[in-house]
């Protein structure tokens, strides 16, 4: 197990957010890349790809399963891709860190496998359930033992998986994307139905490698036996960490704030919708011309300060905004009136609490809110306080305290906040070119 170091921040109040941003790869799509590049046949070229601990997390993991795996750049990887059936045991647990979306991916990657795996990670990811993932894959015939529903999670590998027709008790595109990886080596058809549309990255970068996939409503199936060709990933920056600055120039952007090449597949993009309806500019100019279903929409995007209005969230945008929810609570705290989000209850179980944990921020700041059992109720004031946040070891609380700054009215001091790293590694640097003044303690 490992345990992340304890750092700080201090976030001096009030700055002015201007100028051109490149935001780092997208860690969803980069997860996925090194993934199914590793089980394609021939190489895989990754550009764009997030140099980030989760991300590096799986790629540990695959090299200690037998991928060679090499980085001519530090955003360049070249997977050697070895087949569905090419993997080798790891002589030990795989430690996948932080990083939920690798040890719940690899659980439909390995469950098929010849050979037995265990899976650990730091002390956030223990807590973490993965028996939403365990149980469609053991009603597969999966052979995978929890600890109470939490990891290590010990898979015995049974080759012999079997097709399900899998309804999603929750939208969540990790046990989507679990099951279907799962599939690929199954007998039959593997069908997962969602109760509301979830990321769809790994449908569409399956289609990238030649599997072929349906979708009809809510429905993607695929026939297992299917086979991955190796190919060439370009990862967009990430929307869920372009995300602090699109909130950050909404607050407080000197003319506008332009972040280039973000991706923008429309199950990813919720927070824009959100913070239109609050009275935000923000524009949308897309790179990528034609809807293709194997590939994912770029565009730049530009963002001018605006007068927020609180609003009522509605439900349906809550699994579109999912990681953005943090920063979206800034927002809300910054805006004028009332804002309600409920449905929310899959934030209690992130990297922390994250309705507990941004409660207790906004707490600190002064601000007026009350925690729900699955959302927030905020009251908006045009300026915060300042104090001190604990950010529990969350990247997304303390990144989103950190936009908070500029409107405090004292500095803002985050507390642990070296999982940053996991996904957005170059924030303070990117943060302080923008205008946030931000410094480690
Ligand atoms: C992710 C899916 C989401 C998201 C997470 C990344 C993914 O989780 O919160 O940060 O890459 O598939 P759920 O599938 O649990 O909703």
Known sequence: MTAAPRSAWRVAPGGVISGTLTIPGDKSISHRALMLGALAE??????GFLAGEDCLATA?????????????????????????????????????????????????????????????????????????????LQMMGARIHTHAGRPPVEIQGTPQLRAIH?????????????????????????????????????????????????????????EGGQRLRGTAVAVPADFSSAAFFIVAACLAAER?????????????????????????????????VAEDPGVEPVADVEVHRSALRGITVPEALVPLSIDELPVFFVAAACASGETLVRGALELRVKES?????????????????????DGLWIRGSGTLGGGRVDSCGDHRVAMAFAVAALRARTAIEITDVANVATSFPQFERTARAAGIVIEAL
Do not use: C, W
């Open 42 to 47: 021939g190489d895989t070229h990754i550009s």
């Open 60 to 136: 540990r993991a695959l090299e200690a399963l037998g991928v060679r795996l090499e980085r001519p750049a530090a955003t360049d990887v070249l997977v050697h891709g070895v087949g569905r059936a090419g993997l080798e045991a790891a002589a030990s647990a795989l430690d996948m860190g932080n990083a939920g979306t690798a040890m719940r991916l690899m659980m439909g990657v390995l469950a098929p496998q010849r050979f037995d795996s265990t899976l650990i990670g730091d002390e956030s990811l223990m807590r973490r359930p993965m028996e939403r993932v365990a149980a469609p």
């Open 166 to 222: 899998y309804s999603l008790p929750v939208a969540s595109a990790q046990v989507k994307s679990a099951v279907l990886l799962a599939g690929l080596a199954a007998a039959g058809r593997t069908r997962v139905t969602e109760p509301h549309p979830s990321r769809d990255h790994t449908e569409r970068m399956l289609r990238a490698f030649g599997v072929e996939l349906t979708q009809s409503g809510r429905t993607i199936a695929l």
């Open 256 to 288: 506008s704030l332009l972040l280039s090449n973000v991706g923008v597949n429309p199950t990813r993009t919720g927070l824009i919708s959100l913070l239109r309806r609050m009275g935000a500019d923000i524009r949308v100019h897309p790179r990528t």
């Open 353 to 373: 609490d994250r309705l507990a944990t941004m409660a207790a921020g906004l707490a600190a700041l002064g601000v007026e809110h009350q925690l729900l059992p």
